[in-house]
Nanobody
Framework: QVQLVESGGGAVQAGGSLRLSCAYS?????LGWFRQASGKEREGSAV??????????AYADSVKGRFTISQDNAKKTLYLQMDTLSPEATAMYYC?????????????????WGQGTQVTVSS
């Protein structure tokens, strides 16, 4: 069982930045960030993922060049640096984790989920 606790959400103006954090209770291979806008279903693929074993990362096209996923293994903390934010980024952001025998895809079923942290970007 892996427990995940997100923090760092808040309100920011368009063009601003936020850094989300996710503390996890045990080492796990695949860690990612998903989001769910109000009134919509959670997006089926992660905004960003990282392979804890290799450091490899993957991003949704919509955030490439503006979001950066990283982790501090010693602190068991996952981060999502979000720059040049637009109102379209407004959503609840969830940290998720799963094991994998292979690589870490933005798709597929993630087993462990945090409670989410709200990000609101105003124009």
């Amino acid at each position: 069982q892996v427990q995940l606790v997100e923090s760092g959400g808040g309100a920011v103006q368009a063009g601003g930045s936020l850094r989300l954090s996710c503390a996890y209770s045990a080492s796990v291979k695949c860690l990612g960030w998903f989001r769910q806008a109000s009134g919509k279903e959670r997006e089926g693929s992660a905004v960003a993922v990282i392979d804890s074993s290799t450091g490899n990362t993957a991003y949704a096209d919509s955030v490439k060049g503006r979001f950066t996923i990283s982790q501090d293994n010693a602190k068991k903390t996952l981060y999502l640096q979000m720059d040049t934010l637009s109102p379209e980024a407004t959503a609840m952001y969830y940290c998720a984790a799963r094991e994998s025998l292979y690589g870490c895809s933005r798709f597929g079923a993630y087993k462990y989920w945090g409670q989410g942290t709200q990000v609101t970007v105003s124009s």
